[in-house]
């Protein structure tokens, strides 16, 4: 943490401390210290000391201590957040082991405050399953639209289950019904994939892309060159300004703009497509998204080539590799999107190797929230017709 | 509470830079303590049969990082979730394979990798009183014997193109001090030396650009201990504690099987293997290249003036040390991910389709003296402890014992 977010963050953190139950404390917590010095951890190890021994205190604490370190997590960074879960880790470990019981009500007083850290509610209702599994059943039963990604799979995964017990019995409009509902809260791809074939399977028509919010309709610009892998830190026309109708000295003669759309379900935009198996080229592709109103979002990017993408001119990552895998969201790039039109550029290299599988230079990208629930531009087109393929389904 | 917290800091902060409290016993880290995968043990078994298992224990998750045996502790990483975004960390004991403690960190990096690798693939290493547990995600955690935290590092987080989306593979070693841990890949490449008190870089080395799954070795020299650095370039010696080249090998190297020493000559897996004798005031001196005895993925072992490399097709290749020449060849029940354990006059061979087989290296042409078939895929180097084998699966942590 920056000592400006330390200096702002920390009381803001503790001034917002309140009990499971939302009333606020009777007075200052003892573990308040320790905690904030778990909190102040950062980048390159610092602040590792003063957290060590915070922690050797918070782990001696007793479980009464849980819902006040699962509440801690709450705006705290991925490193101070496992600083935390490992000190609930400890105390839950030796207080168990002198027989000492979980906090169930506490605990589900915690999980039920949507308002606290994801990951902390996923490991207060693993505790919870620890002490009473009936409870934590019946507790998963509705959160099937949670912000916690990982509560949100069990109650989909339950839906799943039990559209397919009505299906083994005939009852295929209540199938489908459950299927419906499962596809619409699932975020992970192998619940969704599983929802949607179940749903063709009883006639029913699935939009994945949709689902999944990926950009379908792009301008692709290119090719530009990549010899010896230079093209990625070369700065060619489109990233300097968007000219639509512009055309440019390209690596094989002309570049202009041209449409490309990705008639694939999961978003595939093919730049193969556009300009030929090429190598040793770049290109770059563009879009637009209009949402009425300014909001923070994930790109999500998968990508086997090198690639770089921008958000409103604004550089939001890179990264120099190429051909040694992906899958879908592979990257998440936290980016914020303004009211209106937002401008979204990404730049494709591809190299120089000759494998067949290295043929590849596509990219798939999506805009969603940070559960992964699409956020799709109020302006979107209608998903384009999928082409005939054989590929079987994306499966990571 | 400050002042407390700052004493509290000091003390447990002297006990991470006390002198290394290891034991002839221990397996500290990836192939050992030497880094050569050699073990002293002459109590391993060597006749296997399901009655040597003498304990098993199911896992939270998936991993090929090895075993590390400390204190009568047997230290181990696995990966869970849809996306491997769960770390564990478990210390089990290795008389009976009770749970010890278990600890649990949320990923900061990037969780892609390979099908057949997971995040839980670099072996944690310790020096006898701490471990520090590193894993594809580059989230690195350092714990001591009793599972209390001491720093958590996200490498990753701290330099954002730290990644590899085959997943990274190479494991830390802990020498002079300092932890060395190798994060390279097609992007930011770097070498690490991490201070343990602290978890802070002591120094931070631009390493070859390129994706590498290489580990580092540790030479143990009369007057210093040097860390050799493999990439595709070739090698690299350091000093642990300062990260200052003590000197190169430019002929280049794999990038997944590591290079091994026997204490005077560095076996290198470059253009097959080639024998280096390192100088203190130079580069290497090249002795020999065979391209007889090129490794697969395990990584060669050497032990009694015998080298042994497993290739693609599972076929065991046994060279003599002196001058590279291949003496006989032996097909087992590959193929092989981990490396072999050499204990005395055998083998111990984990391949890829479950079996754990020992090899009489001593017999004319090599004989396979013991066999067991643990059922499931076996990717992950073993560790050899008090008379005992420790083998991991996807699912399974075996102990190994003579009965």
Same mark, same amino acid.
């Given at each position: 943490?920056?000592?400006?977010?330390?200096?702002?963050?920390?009381?803001?953190?503790?001034?917002?401390?309140?009990?499971?139950?939302?009333?606020?404390?009777?007075?200052?917590?003892?573990?308040?210290?320790? =905690?904030?010095?778990?909190?102040?951890?950062?980048?390159?190890?610092?602040?590792?000391?003063?957290?060590?021994?915070?922690?050797?205190?918070?782990?001696?604490?007793?479980?009464?201590?849980?819902?006040?370190?699962?509440?801690?997590?709450?705006?705290?960074?991925?490193?101070?957040?496992?600083?935390? &879960?490992?000190?609930?880790?400890?105390?839950?470990?030796?207080?168990?082991?002198?027989?000492?019981?979980?906090?169930?009500? /506490?605990?589900?007083?915690?999980?039920?405050?949507?308002?606290?850290?994801?990951?902390?509610?996923?490991?207060?209702?693993?505790? =919870?399953?620890?002490?009473?599994?009936?409870?934590?059943?019946?507790? =998963?039963?509705?959160?099937?639209?949670?912000?916690?990604?990982?509560?949100?799979?069990?109650? #989909?995964?339950?839906?799943?289950?039990?559209?397919?017990?009505?299906?083994?019995?005939?009852?295929?409009?209540?199938?489908?019904?459950?299927?419906?509902?499962?596809?619409?809260?699932?975020?992970?791809?192998?619940?969704?994939?599983?929802?949607?074939?179940?749903?063709?399977?009883?006639?029913?028509?699935?939009?994945?892309?949709?689902?999944?919010?990926?950009?379908?309709?792009?301008?692709?610009?290119?090719?530009?060159?990549?010899?010896?892998?230079?093209?990625? /830190?070369?700065?060619?026309?489109?990233?300097?300004?968007?000219?639509?109708?512009?055309?440019?000295?390209?690596?094989?003669?002309?570049?202009?703009?041209?449409?490309?759309?990705?008639?694939?379900?999961?978003?595939?935009?093919?730049?193969?497509?556009?300009?030929?198996?090429?190598?040793?080229?770049?290109?770059?592709?563009?879009?637009?998204?209009?949402?009425?109103? /300014?909001?923070?979002?994930?790109?999500?990017?998968?990508?086997?080539?090198?690639?770089?993408?921008? #958000?409103?001119?604004?550089?939001?990552?890179?990264?120099?590799?190429?051909?040694?895998?992906?899958?879908?969201?592979?990257?998440?790039?936290?980016?914020?999107?303004?009211?209106?039109?937002?401008?979204?550029?990404?730049?494709?290299?591809?190299?120089?190797?000759?494998?067949?599988?290295?043929?590849?230079?596509?990219?798939?990208?999506?805009?969603?929230?940070?559960?992964?629930?699409? =956020?799709?531009?109020?302006?979107?087109?209608?998903?384009?017709?999928?082409?005939?393929?054989? &590929?079987?389904?994306?499966?990571? | 509470?400050?002042?407390?917290?700052?004493?509290?800091?000091?003390?447990?902060?002297?006990?991470?830079?006390?002198?290394?409290?290891?034991?002839?016993?221990?397996?500290?880290?990836?192939?050992?303590?030497?880094?050569?995968?050699?073990?002293?043990?002459?109590?391993?078994?060597?006749?296997?049969?399901?009655?040597?298992?003498?304990?098993?224990?199911?896992?939270?998750?998936?991993?090929?990082?090895? @075993?590390?045996?400390?204190?009568?502790?047997?230290?181990?990483?696995?990966?869970?979730?849809?996306?491997?975004?769960?770390?564990?960390?478990?210390?089990?004991?290795?008389?009976?394979?009770?749970?010890?403690?278990?600890?649990?960190?949320?990923?900061?990096?990037?969780?892609?990798?390979?099908?057949?690798?997971?995040?839980?693939?670099?072996?944690?290493?310790?020096?006898?009183?701490?471990?520090?547990?590193?894993?594809?995600?580059?989230?690195?955690?350092?714990?001591?014997?009793?599972?209390?935290?001491?720093?958590?590092?996200?490498?990753?987080?701290?330099?954002?193109?730290?990644?590899?989306?085959?997943?990274?593979?190479?494991? @830390?070693?802990?020498?002079?001090?300092?932890?060395?841990?190798?994060?390279?890949?097609?992007?930011?490449?770097?070498?690490?030396?991490?201070?343990?008190?602290?978890?802070?870089?002591?120094?931070?080395?631009?390493?070859?650009?390129?994706?590498?799954?290489?580990?580092?070795?540790?030479?143990?020299?009369?007057?210093?201990?040097?860390?050799?650095?493999?990439?595709?370039?070739?090698?690299?010696?350091?000093?642990?504690?300062?990260?200052?080249?003590?000197?190169?090998?430019?002929?280049?190297?794999?990038?997944?099987?590591?290079?091994?020493?026997?204490?005077?000559?560095?076996?290198?897996?470059?253009?097959?293997?080639?024998?280096?004798?390192?100088?203190?005031?130079? @580069?290497?001196?090249?002795?020999?290249?065979?391209?007889?005895?090129? @490794?697969?993925?395990?990584?060669?072992?050497?032990?009694?003036?015998?080298?042994?490399?497993?290739?693609?097709?599972?076929?065991?290749?046994?060279?003599?040390?002196?001058?590279?020449?291949?003496?006989?060849?032996?097909?087992?029940?590959?193929?092989?991910?981990?490396?072999?354990?050499?204990?005395?006059?055998?083998?111990?061979?984990?391949?890829?389709?479950?079996?754990?087989?020992?090899?009489?290296?001593?017999?004319?042409?090599?004989?396979?003296?013991?066999?067991?078939?643990?059922?499931?895929?076996?990717?992950?180097?073993?560790?050899?402890?008090?008379?005992?084998?420790?083998?991991?699966?996807?699912?399974?942590?075996?102990?190994?014992?003579?009965?």
């Amino acid at each position: 943490m920056k000592s400006w977010a330390a200096a702002v963050g920390l009381p803001l953190f503790f001034a917002s401390c309140q009990a499971p139950d939302g009333a606020p404390p009777a007075k200052a917590s003892p573990l308040a210290g320790p =905690i904030g010095s778990l909190r102040a951890v950062d980048a390159e190890g610092r602040g590792n000391e003063q957290a060590a021994a915070a922690w050797e205190t918070l782990s001696k604490a007793g479980m009464e201590a849980l819902p006040e370190l699962l509440g801690a997590m709450d705006g705290a960074n991925e490193l101070a957040a496992n600083w935390l &879960r490992a000190a609930v880790d400890a105390v839950v470990e030796r207080e168990g082991r002198a027989g000492r019981a979980l906090p169930v009500a /506490a605990l589900e007083a915690f999980l039920k405050e949507t308002r606290h850290d994801p990951r902390a509610r996923r490991l207060a209702f693993e505790l =919870i399953q620890r002490a009473d599994a009936p409870k934590a059943d019946a507790l =998963i039963a509705g959160m099937a639209d949670d912000p916690s990604v990982e509560l949100r799979r069990d109650a #989909v995964g339950r839906l799943l289950s039990n559209a397919q017990s009505q299906q083994k019995v005939g009852r295929t409009a209540e199938a489908a019904a459950e299927f419906e509902t499962a596809l619409r809260s699932a975020r992970d791809l192998d619940q969704i994939n599983s929802a949607a074939m179940q749903l063709r399977q009883l006639g029913k028509s699935v939009d994945l892309s949709r689902h999944f919010g990926f950009l379908t309709h792009w301008k692709v610009a290119g090719p530009f060159d990549n010899t010896e892998r230079k093209g990625f /830190a070369s700065v060619y026309p489109p990233e300097q300004e968007i000219q639509l109708a512009a055309k440019y000295p390209g690596k094989t003669g002309q570049a202009s703009w041209v449409e490309l759309v990705a008639a694939d379900e999961y978003g595939k935009v093919n730049i193969n497509d556009a300009f030929g198996p090429l190598k040793e080229a770049t290109a770059y592709a563009y879009s637009e998204f209009v949402t009425d109103k /300014a909001r923070p979002c994930e790109l999500r990017l998968a990508c086997k080539n090198a690639w770089k993408v921008w #958000v409103n001119s604004k550089l939001v990552f890179g990264r120099d590799e190429y051909h040694r895998g992906t899958r879908i969201d592979h990257y998440r790039l936290p980016a914020q999107l303004e009211r209106g039109r937002n401008t979204i550029l990404v730049k494709l290299c591809q190299n120089e190797q000759k494998e067949t599988w290295t043929v590849e230079w596509e990219f798939q990208l999506r805009v969603c929230d940070a559960t992964g629930t699409a =956020i799709l531009a109020a302006d979107r087109l209608p998903t384009p017709a999928p082409k005939p393929t054989t &590929r079987k389904p994306e499966t990571k | 509470m400050k002042r407390t917290l700052l004493l509290a800091a000091a003390i447990a902060f002297a006990a991470l830079v006390e002198p290394a409290a290891l034991s002839a016993a221990d397996w500290p880290q990836f192939r050992g303590p030497n880094t050569d995968c050699v073990s002293t043990d002459t109590q391993l078994p060597v006749e296997l049969a399901p009655e040597n298992i003498a304990w098993k224990t199911t896992l939270p998750g998936r991993g090929l990082s090895a @075993p590390i045996v400390v204190a009568g502790r047997v230290i181990l990483t696995c990966s869970s979730g849809p996306l491997q975004e769960r770390l564990h960390v478990l210390c089990y004991n290795a008389a009976d394979g009770t749970l010890r403690w278990h600890r649990q960190f949320w990923t900061t990096g990037r969780t892609m990798c390979h099908d057949k690798t997971s995040v839980a693939a670099s072996t944690p290493a310790s020096d006898g009183k701490h471990i520090v547990a590193l894993f594809s995600s580059n989230d690195m955690a350092c714990l001591d014997l009793e599972g209390n935290l001491r720093w958590f590092r996200g490498i990753t987080r701290d330099y954002p193109n730290v990644s590899n989306s085959l997943g990274m593979a190479a494991s @830390p070693v802990w020498v002079d001090q300092t932890i060395v841990a190798q994060v390279e890949n097609d992007s930011e490449s770097y070498c690490l030396g991490i201070d343990p008190a602290s978890g802070r870089n002591r120094w931070k080395l631009n390493r070859p650009i390129g994706a590498n799954w290489t580990s580092p070795l540790i030479l143990r020299e009369s007057s210093r201990n040097l860390v050799v650095l493999q990439s595709k370039s070739g090698l690299d010696a350091i000093d642990a504690r300062t990260g200052k080249a003590a000197w190169s090998y430019t002929d280049g190297a794999s990038t997944i099987p590591s290079s091994v020493s026997d204490g005077e000559t560095l076996f290198a897996v470059s253009q097959g293997i080639t024998a280096l004798r390192p100088s203190a005031s130079g @580069p290497p001196s090249q002795l020999w290249r065979s391209g007889q005895l090129t @490794p697969a993925t395990a990584s060669p072992v050497v032990h009694g003036g015998r080298l042994y490399t497993l290739n693609n097709a599972g076929v065991l290749s046994c060279g003599k040390t002196v001058d590279g020449a291949r003496l006989w060849q032996l097909r087992l029940k590959g193929p092989f991910s981990g490396t072999p354990l050499v204990a005395g006059k055998h083998l111990y061979c984990v391949g890829e389709k479950g079996h754990v087989q020992v090899v009489d290296t001593a017999a004319p042409e090599g004989k396979v003296v013991g066999e067991l078939d643990l059922g499931e895929m076996l990717l992950a180097t073993p560790a050899a402890a008090d008379g005992a084998l420790y083998v991991r699966s996807n699912t399974q942590l075996w102990k190994i014992a003579r009965r």
